[in-house]
């Protein structure tokens, strides 16, 4: 049974990513981050990221029972080009 997912604060990801336009648009050569800033955007990265494969692993685990449950059987005979 899939528990309901919470939402993911993505609040400090859409910050970095302004904050890479904005230095992209006035040819800044790089952005510092504080770390309080930092360790939010990794934060949330790394709750995307196990997010994500949890959903993986998920997906692989209903493929993997739905295989074993419709599992046919192909034969394949090969008679060298006989009965061309």
Do not use: C
Not at 4 to 12: A, G
Not at 41 to 56: D, F, P, S
């Amino acid at each position: 049974m899939n528990k309901p997912e919470v939402p993911i604060n993505t609040v400090p990801l859409q910050h970095f990513i302004s904050q890479i336009k904005t230095a992209e648009s006035s040819n800044q050569r790089e952005i510092k981050l504080d770390m309080q800033t930092a360790r939010r955007l990794a934060y949330t990265l790394t709750e995307i990221l196990a997010r994500l494969n949890g959903n993986l692993e998920e997906i692989i685990s209903s493929n993997k029972s739905n295989a074993t449950a419709n599992a046919d059987i192909i034969s394949v005979e090969i008679d060298g080009g006989k009965n061309w």
